[in-house]
């Protein structure tokens, strides 16, 4: 049989880890990938940690076909309780502890924000609830309601809780580099193991170590490797915040230069637009003046084609009086009318001189 231990933080992935005993969903998937279908085990003594980590070692194992078991050899808190459940038995050292609660988070944000963050976190509930249920005879109400309240369970009280565990014989173990947390109902016999880690610091090296391996000069050696990656990381992280904001301020520069060339843009289009109503307002005005010059035009060539019937009406008159066609009494016998249709300054002289001798009258 295999064997799989989970002695530390429940971690998201590789680029989040600190320390070797932090375990992620990779470890677990090639774990089982090279069990290739045979029984495997997963001794747990671990605080929980990331909930989206903790879901996806749970669904790997219980998709696993080859038979899983979970050993909770100290305890196995909030996320770890999930991975304990999804494996197809559990087993419960002694003096061991199983802790479920909610899970919880860090947040920022206004109130909309701030209840899609809570909304998150009853989904995220509801996930881990499924896999509680598995092994527990209560009603998810029930279940939930442990949730609510942080219970801790100690291996002797499982099945009063509904979770159908079983008893492990082997030996108890601790992690290597387990992180202790503070818990707000942890019950004095949890606490005693916490301190049983703490003052027994020999007990929390991985199988095969020694006393030789003199682990505090490690510890302190990881924590100084810590420090130094912290303060590398930082200053990574200020290059970069520097580097963001330089390119904050090329994109700021490129949008006000855009937004001032925009709002140039606009008032050309608006200037265009006030030349287009003027030049339409003109173009309508010469429209109507041409309208009104045709009119003009079409009544002053009625007007001059009026005067030429009458002018060549007057000259046929003429041409008849000339050939003797006509006589003066038919076309008027009254000096005025003669006057009036005389078409020369010769006849009208001639009919002044008529009037004068008295010829007409």
Excluded at 20 to 36: C, G, H, N, R, Y
Excluded at 182 to 191: G, N
Excluded at 275 to 284: D, G, Q
Excluded at 320 to 326: D, N, P, Q
Aim: glycine share 6%.
């Amino acid at each position: 049989m295999k064997t799989f231990n989970i002695f530390g933080d429940i971690i998201g992935g590789e680029t989040e880890r600190w320390y070797e005993s932090e375990v992620t969903p990779k470890q677990i998937v090639d774990f089982l990938a090279d069990a290739k279908g045979e029984a495997v085990e997963f001794n747990i003594n671990s605080y929980g940690g990331s909930v989206t980590g903790g879901l996806a070692i749970c669904n790997a194992i219980k998709k696993y076909p080859g038979e899983t078991t979970c050993n909770v050899l100290g305890i196995a808190a909030s996320m770890a309780s999930a991975i304990a459940c999804a494996a197809k038995s559990i087993k419960m050292g002694e003096g061991s502890f199983l802790m479920i609660h909610n899970p919880w988070t860090y947040t920022s944000g206004n109130a909309e924000e701030l209840r899609k963050d809570a909304d998150t976190l009853d989904k995220m509930r509801d996930s881990i609830l499924g896999f509680y249920m598995s092994k527990n005879t209560k009603t998810a109400d029930e279940v939930k309601g442990y949730m609510d309240e942080e219970t801790w369970i100690p291996r002797e009280e499982a099945a009063d809780y509904g979770f159908t565990v079983e008893d492990y014989g082997g030996e108890l173990r601790a992690a290597a580099s387990l992180t202790r947390r503070a818990y707000d109902k942890a019950p004095e016999a949890a606490r005693a193991l916490m301190e049983y880690h703490d003052k027994a610091p020999e007990r929390n090296a991985p199988q095969g170590a020694t006393g030789g391996d003199n682990w505090e000069a490690r510890f302190k050696g990881l924590s100084k490797k810590f420090n130094d990656l912290k303060a590398a990381s930082e200053a990574d992280k200020t290059a970069q915040a520097d580097e963001f904001k330089a390119q904050i301020a090329a994109i700021t520069a490129e949008r006000d230069d855009f937004k001032s060339k925009l709002e140039a843009s606009e008032k050309d289009l608006t200037d265009a637009k006030a030349k287009v109503s003027e030049l339409s307002a003109k173009l309508e005005e010469s429209e109507n003046a041409l309208q009104k010059a045709t009119a003009d035009l079409a009544e002053t060539r009625d007007s001059l084609k009026a005067a030429e019937d009458k002018a060549a009406q007057l000259e046929n008159t003429r041409d008849l009086l000339t050939a003797g066609v006509l006589t003066p009494p038919e076309v008027g016998s009254t000096y005025a009318e003669k006057m009036k249709a005389a078409t020369t300054a010769a006849e009208r002289e001639k009919l002044r001189a008529q009037k004068r001798a008295g010829k007409i009258k």
